[in-house]
Every structure is written in C-alpha cells, then in structure tokens.
C-alpha cells in the first residue's frame, strides 16, 4: 500500500486552476520526483499535498489518514513533512534552534531526535550553533531537510532542494535524499533537473500545462523525448 | 526639592513608561514581523480604560460625561485596564491578519488608528469628545496623604517596579519556545506555517502581549497628567515608539530602554524643559521632535543594529570576527566516505 495516495487533485490561486486532475503515489523507501517545464503546477501541487493551497478536488490520504482538509500547520504532526523551495530555514536562529523548533509539534524526546538527526548530517553537527543565515545555499537546504525529518515524518515534500546549488553540491543533496530514502520514509521531490531527477529517483512524474501528462520508472522516462513532452509535443518516444 | 528635580523625575517617569511602551512594540513588530501602525491606540485604549475604570461614572450632561466608571483603586484599574486592552488588541488582530499581511496591514492599521482617533474626538457619549477624561485620581495619594509632587516621585517607584516586572516577563517569552515560534514567524511565516506552527494563533497572541504592554505605558501617562483626551495622543505619535525601538536595537529589552532614555531626554522632555525655562521658543521644542526623524535615518544608516543589538549573535560577531561558514564538504567524496 502507498505511503501518500494524492487523487485527483485540482488546486490554484483564487478562481484560476494551476493543476487539474493530478493522481499520483509515493511509496516508502522510494524517491518519486515530479519533473517538467516552468509553470507546470509542480510546486503548486506540492503546496497543495501539503495543505498551503485548498485542494478543489481531490483527497491526499497519508497512511490511510485522509489530509485533505487539515490545516497546514497540523500537517506535519500528522506525517506528511515539506520543504520549501528558497528561504526555508529560520536566518536569525541557529543550526540547533532551528531543529529544535522543527521537532517541537512532536510528544517525543526533541533532544534525542535531533542528536539522531546531526549525527547524520556530519556538516550540521560542525556548524550547530552557527546561525542559519550565515550557511551557505546548500547547508541551508540540508538543514531545512533535516529540519523535516524531526517530526520522523513518513513522507518528505521537498520543493527544489537542489535549486540554485553548484552541481558538486547538486550531488550531496541528492546522495542525502536517497539517504532518506533508505532509511524508510518515502519522498516526493519537485525537480527542474531532468537528468539528476532521472538517475537519482525510483519513479519519475512529468507535469505539463497542470497536468500529470506522463509518469513511469525512470527506465522507463528515459526512454522519453521529454524535450518534445516539455514543448507540448505528443511524440513522445526518442527517435 | 528643586523645579529641576521635579523635572528631572518626571522625565525618568516617561523614560520607564516608554521603555515599556517600547517593549511591547519590539516584540509585536521587531519579534513577530507585524508592522503595527495602530500600536499607539492601544496606548490611547489602555489609558482611557484606566480613567473610566478609576473614576466613578458620570452620567452624560452638557457635553461632559463617561458612559461607565467603576471607581476602583488606580493600581487594580491599571493592569485590569491592560488586559482589557489585550483582549481589544487581540480582536483588531483576529479580524484584520485573517487576510491581510505586510504592507496591507500596515496600511490597514493606521486606518484603525485614524478612524478610532476621530471617533474619540467627535463622540461625546462615551468619553466627552475633546474633553476627554479629567479628575483621574491618582493611586495611594489620598491614603498616603501626600502631595502631587511627592506622588509623582513615589509613582517613578512605582514605575519602575512594574517595568522590572514586564522586562523579566518579556526576557522570559523571548527565551521561551514561544518567543522562538514568534522569530520563526518573523524570519518567515510560510516556513513556520510548514513545520507545524498556527501562525495566525501565534500571530494574535503577540498582538494580545503588546496590547497589554501598551495600555500599562497608557494608563501611566493618563494616572501622571489626571486627565485623558484626544490631544493627548496621535495615532502618528506611534513613530516616536518606533524609533526608540530601531535606536535601541530591534529585539533587545535593555535596547528599548536606552532607545526610550535617548529620545525622551534628548528630543522630548528636555528640549521641552530647554524651551519653556530657558530660551522661551517654541520652536525649539518643534525642532527637537522633528530631528526625531534624522535620528530614526542616522541610525538606521550607520547603526541598524541598534544602540544595543539583539543578543542572538556572538560577541565575536559584533567584532567582525566570525566568518561566514564555508561549505566543508567535499562534494568529490560519497555519503559514506564523508561520514
């Protein structure tokens, strides 16, 4: 049985639909990453799973706990973590603050978890009391990572965590998701980068124009002309 | 006892009072990110409630009049006036962040402000218009049987007591998790939305603690001069708030203390003293309180940080000391080689 079943999904801004009728699952222990061009409804859908935007349609069930109508702010407590795309982490606090106020929705030992949590993340555990604002891009992204997993959530939303990083460090963050992976959770990544998104994940979404247009193992996407599909072609298959 | 001293003890008076009118906006606005314009309204609410609550009730005739008053001792009408006064301000708040944010609310709010402003100088029903409160008695001056003079020194005491009070609460909240929730909302709302924080709860409850802190600094100001009426206040006075907190240090409780000690011995009450025993100008006193202004611009040009900076950061930070963190990894090395 899947981790997080979203069906059906339709959400936007106000009146205007962004995203219509996407389905899509994401399993434990696997990466699901959703590709496709500028506008195409990925962050939109992933504000929406986790409750920043109204689902018009549509249910997102976690564990078989129907979230769909819970507020933004319990959505955590109940498993379903996110990261955002940019600024994602508290600047005037530091390292250990802002793990701490991550883990604080939880009934759990805060302290435990968070020494679980840095003695993975080797490069927070240097930096535990640096503040957040003075960590470069990258450490700033594995902390807003880090961040999520407090709550030990079952599934992990992050919304471009590779935006913006030197492709070295592009690396690292996708070795740390694949880490997160392993380790039991299941992940839904929103990607530009095709083809980090295709070697690194276990299943591939492609959104175009709002929609789910085509989805499959990344075997099975790379077989794709994407570049056709991004473009609104309907050959889809590489010549 | 000297004029001077007189003075000078009235001066410290405001000093203790606008440090705690300054606290009270440093953690609603420079803590929680809420650009509160309609704070000093809560000053004004929270000295007219402790009139009404302190005076008996005077029923409306010839202009002159409070629709209620309760005739309680000042010091229970102070603090049951400031909770009253957070319970409004948490109300303004619920109806007005459900939508609105940054820039928009800030407009909002100083629409509030206005409105309730001119509501109190053309309504004559509930607190006589433009002649406002009068006669509010001063606290323990009639059991002590003392004189205005020694009242307003006995009341400095006083003051100050209840600032001790609200500076530890305020130290308290900043350090708990709370006051953590409220950085985390100001640094970003969304954010904190995300990892589980109602940021609209938190959000009115900041609103709710300023509120109080503000109708304490208010009540003060209504108990010091017995009387209360609209050219008591200004809705724009709340800049002067503003600028004792950016001058302090933003998020800094001893900051706002010297933020409030700055202006209202350089450019309020002594230029104020300066002008009407000295130099018999008022312009003088104008020119003080416009150069208000420069000093909000100075200070935010050469020292944001304030006079004394929120204490967040290392003392090696201060001295430029600190470099920002270098990426330590070697993005050449796998997960488990680096571990």
């Given at each position: 049985?899947?981790?997080?079943?979203?069906?059906?999904?339709?959400?936007?801004?106000?009146?205007?639909?962004?995203?219509?009728?996407?389905?899509?699952?994401?399993?434990?222990?696997?990466?699901?990453?959703?590709?496709?061009?500028?506008?195409?409804?990925?962050?939109?859908?992933?504000?929406?799973?986790?409750?920043?935007?109204?689902?018009?349609?549509?249910?997102?069930?976690?564990?078989?706990?129907?979230?769909?109508?819970?507020?933004?702010?319990?959505?955590?407590?109940?498993?379903?973590?996110?990261?955002?795309?940019?600024?994602?982490?508290?600047?005037?606090?530091?390292?250990?603050?802002?793990?701490?106020?991550?883990?604080?929705?939880?009934?759990?030992?805060?302290?435990?978890?968070?020494?679980?949590?840095?003695?993975?993340?080797?490069?927070?555990?240097?930096?535990?009391?640096?503040?957040?604002?003075?960590?470069?891009?990258?450490?700033?992204?594995?902390?807003?990572?880090?961040?999520?997993l407090m709550v030990n959530p079952s599934v992990i939303?992050?919304?471009?965590?590779?935006?913006?990083?030197?492709?070295?460090?592009?690396?690292?963050?996708?070795?740390?998701?694949?880490?997160?992976?392993?380790?039991?959770?299941?992940?839904?990544?929103?990607?530009?980068?095709?083809?980090?998104?295709?070697?690194?994940?276990?299943?591939?979404?492609?959104?175009?124009?709002?929609?789910?247009?085509?989805?499959?193992?990344?075997?099975?996407?790379?077989?794709?002309?994407?570049?056709?599909?991004?473009?609104?072609?309907?050959?889809?298959?590489?010549? | 006892?000297?004029?001077?001293?007189?003075?000078?003890?009235?001066?410290?008076?405001?000093?203790?009072?606008?440090?705690?009118?300054?606290?009270?906006?440093?953690?609603?606005?420079?803590?929680?990110?809420?650009?509160?314009?309609?704070?000093?309204?809560?000053?004004?609410?929270?000295?007219?409630?402790?009139?009404?609550?302190?005076?008996?009730?005077?029923?409306?005739?010839?202009?002159?009049?409070?629709?209620?008053?309760?005739?309680?001792?000042?010091?229970?009408?102070?603090?049951?006036?400031?909770?009253?006064?957070?319970?409004?301000?948490?109300?303004?708040?619920?109806?007005?962040?459900?939508?609105?944010?940054?820039?928009?609310?800030?407009?909002?709010?100083?629409?509030?402000?206005?409105?309730?402003?001119?509501?109190?100088?053309?309504?004559?029903?509930?607190?006589?218009?433009?002649?406002?409160?009068?006669?509010?008695?001063?606290?323990?001056?009639?059991?002590?049987?003392?004189?205005?003079?020694?009242?307003?020194?006995?009341?400095?005491?006083?003051?100050?007591?209840?600032?001790?009070?609200?500076?530890?609460?305020?130290?308290?909240?900043?350090?708990?998790?709370?006051?953590?929730?409220?950085?985390?909302?100001?640094?970003?709302?969304?954010?904190?939305?995300?990892?589980?924080?109602?940021?609209?709860?938190?959000?009115?409850?900041?609103?709710?603690?300023?509120?109080f802190y503000a109708a304490i600094a208010g009540g003060?100001?209504?108990?010091?001069?017995?009387?209360?009426?609209?050219?008591?206040?200004?809705?724009?006075?709340?800049?002067?708030?503003?600028?004792?907190?950016?001058?302090?240090?933003?998020?800094?409780?001893?900051?706002?203390?010297?933020?409030?000690?700055?202006?209202?011995?350089?450019?309020?009450?002594?230029?104020?003293?300066?002008?009407?025993?000295?130099?018999?100008?008022?312009?003088?006193?104008?020119?003080?309180?416009?150069?208000?202004?420069?000093?909000?611009?100075?200070?935010?040009?050469?020292?944001?940080?304030?006079?004394?900076?929120?204490?967040?950061?290392?003392?090696?930070?201060?001295?430029?000391?600190?470099?920002?963190?270098?990426?330590?990894?070697?993005?050449?090395?796998?997960?488990?080689?680096?571990?």
């Open positions: 049985m899947p981790t997080m079943v979203a069906d059906n999904i339709s959400s936007g801004y106000g009146k205007n639909l962004i995203i219509r009728n996407i389905s899509l699952e994401v399993d434990a222990k696997k990466v699901t990453t959703i590709v496709g061009p500028n506008g195409a409804g990925k962050s939109t859908f992933a504000k929406t799973v986790v409750g920043l935007l109204k689902a018009q349609t549509g249910s997102i069930v976690v564990n078989g706990d129907d979230l769909t109508k819970v507020p933004a702010y319990k959505i955590p407590g109940r498993g379903l973590a996110y990261v955002p795309q940019v600024q994602n982490v508290f600047v005037s606090m530091t390292v250990q603050e802002n793990l701490e106020i991550g883990g604080f929705v939880t009934k759990g030992n805060t302290h435990d978890r968070m020494e679980e949590i840095l003695a993975t993340f080797k490069d927070l555990e240097k930096a535990r009391h640096k503040r957040a604002g003075f960590l470069s891009g990258g450490q700033q992204n594995m902390l807003a990572i880090a961040r999520a939303v992050l919304d471009e965590p590779t935006a913006g990083l030197s492709p070295a460090y592009t690396n690292v963050v996708w070795e740390e998701i694949g880490r997160i992976a392993e380790s039991g959770t299941a992940v839904l990544v929103v990607e530009q980068n095709v083809e980090r998104a295709i070697v690194h994940s276990d299943y591939v979404h492609v959104f175009v124009a709002g929609q789910n247009h085509v989805h499959g193992t990344k075997e099975e996407i790379a077989q794709l002309d994407l570049a056709s599909i991004f473009l609104g072609r309907s050959e889809a298959t590489k010549s | 006892m000297s004029a001077f001293f007189l003075f000078f003890m009235t001066m410290v008076f405001y000093v203790i009072v606008f440090w705690i009118a300054s606290l009270g906006l440093d953690l609603v606005w420079s803590r929680t990110g809420i650009p509160l314009f309609a704070y000093y309204l809560y000053v004004a609410v929270g000295a007219y409630l402790t009139g009404l609550f302190s005076l008996p009730h005077v029923p409306l005739q010839n202009g002159v009049g409070n629709l209620f008053g309760f005739n309680l001792p000042g010091l229970l009408a102070l603090p049951l006036a400031a909770v009253v006064t957070g319970l409004f301000a948490m109300f303004v708040g619920a109806v007005f962040m459900r939508r609105l944010r940054t820039d928009y609310l800030a407009v909002v709010m100083v629409a509030v402000a206005l409105v309730i402003w001119d509501f109190s100088q053309n309504d004559i029903t509930l607190v006589s218009g433009n002649t406002g409160l009068t006669n509010i008695p001063l606290p323990l001056a009639g059991v002590l049987h003392i004189n205005i003079n020694q009242w307003t020194y006995l009341y400095t005491g006083v003051a100050f007591v209840w600032a001790l009070a609200l500076w530890w609460i305020m130290k308290t909240v900043s350090n708990s998790p709370t006051g953590r929730v409220f950085r985390a909302i100001r640094d970003d709302s969304v954010v904190a939305a995300t990892i589980g924080k109602n940021v609209y709860r938190y959000q009115i409850l900041s609103m709710g603690i300023g509120g003060f100001l209504a108990q010091l001069a017995t009387s209360w009426n609209p050219s008591s206040w200004a809705p724009f006075e709340v800049f002067n708030v503003f600028t004792m907190v950016i001058v302090g240090g933003v998020g800094s409780n001893l900051g706002m203390l010297v933020g409030a000690a700055l202006l209202q011995v350089l450019f309020i009450q002594g230029p104020t003293y300066v002008a009407s025993n000295y130099l018999h100008s008022p312009t003088f006193e104008t020119l003080a309180a416009a150069a208000i202004g420069v000093l909000m611009w100075l200070s935010l040009w050469f020292r944001p940080q304030g006079a004394v900076p929120e204490r967040l950061k290392s003392t090696a930070w201060y001295l430029g000391r600190e470099p920002a963190l270098q990426e330590t990894i070697n993005p050449d090395l796998t997960v488990e080689e680096r571990a």
